[in-house]
């Protein structure tokens, strides 16, 4: 996977107070793999960033997905890391700047296949979400969860969608928001259908915890008929603890104030973009400088 190099932690950020806001030379967000959510996101945040000031230059990278920001956040290779919740172990050495929106874990297959349930793909071969991604992490649990043996590929999201179109995997695992534009563009040349997942919420929460959430991608999504029950996952933009306290405060007002901004217009599943939903972040304290900035615009 092509990914971008320019690395940058919070060690060394220089402040430089211009603009209503602090003005640092350089911000890097970890965000996720080309077609995905996380990466649109990332764009458009790092856009705001630069309007509000925040920083001179914000640069968005590439990555496999939640694994591999964590890895670069607490190697101090990027300043901000998007990651989804279960994919997060909680310590003194992360802390979250919001809850930004909620993933869906979608499980894909052709339509013209005899996969009706997640139990059907027992002894299949599938791609469980790309090396290093939140997919990944969800994906295993839910397997395991299910109690379902199959043999698991870790196919970036490009890749698995043409392997779902040739027919060399029963499935694929993606999580992120509806429609995702790589699956939609799938859709209009290989029929697929999304496996209902909600059956398996209960045991997943008793087995890995209260944060999966029952959740519907829309009917009409990919050309369904109905709606589908998949399952949601909240999704955190991180940093680490030593990231000053204004530029903390700068990325939550930005995230606060040019909300509609922040938000593909095609994704359904960023509802958690507001202010009620930002501070929700537990187990992952908020930021100093984040909680100071939401408690001061909750007035």
Request: glycine share 10%; hydrophobic share 45%.
């Amino acid at each position: 996977m092509r990914r971008r190099t320019v690395l940058l932690g919070a060690a060394g950020l220089m402040l430089a107070g211009c603009g209503r806001g602090p003005a640092v030379d350089r911000l890097t967000i970890a965000a996720g793999e080309t077609g995905g959510f996380y990466l649109e996101f990332a764009q458009l945040l790092a856009i705001q960033l630069r309007v509000a000031g925040v920083a001179r230059e914000v640069v968005v990278r590439e990555t496999g997905g939640s694994t591999d920001n964590l890895r670069l956040l607490a190697a101090r290779e990027t300043d901000l890391a998007l990651s989804l919740a279960d994919a997060i172990t909680s310590g003194p050495s992360i802390r979250a700047l919001g809850r930004v929106y909620e993933n869906y874990l979608q499980c894909v297959v052709r339509a013209d296949s005899p996969y009706k349930s997640l139990t059907d793909l027992a002894g299949t071969t599938i791609s469980a979400g790309a090396a290093g991604s939140g997919a990944a992490v969800t994906a295993a649990r839910l397997l395991t969860a299910a109690r379902v043996e199959c043999t698991q590929d870790h196919l970036p999201l490009e890749k698995a969608a043409t392997a779902i179109a040739e027919n060399r995997v029963a499935a694929m695992f993606w999580s992120g928001g509806v429609p995702t534009t790589t699956l939609d563009r799938l859709s209009r040349r290989t029929p697929i259908r999304l496996l209902p997942l909600g059956d398996w919420l209960a045991p997943l929460r008793r087995t890995f915890g209260s944060v999966y959430q029952d959740v519907q991608v829309p009917a009409g999504v990919y050309k369904a008929p109905g709606a589908v029950d998949v399952l949601g996952i909240p999704n955190f933009l991180l940093c680490r603890p030593d990231l000053p306290n204004a530029v903390a405060r700068e990325v939550a007002n930005t995230l606060v104030r040019q909300a509609r901004l922040l938000v593909p217009p095609s994704a359904v599943g960023a509802q958690y973009l507001n202010l009620q939903s930002l501070v929700v972040t537990t187990p992952i304290p908020l930021h100093s400088g984040a909680a100071a900035e939401y408690q001061h615009l909750y007035g």
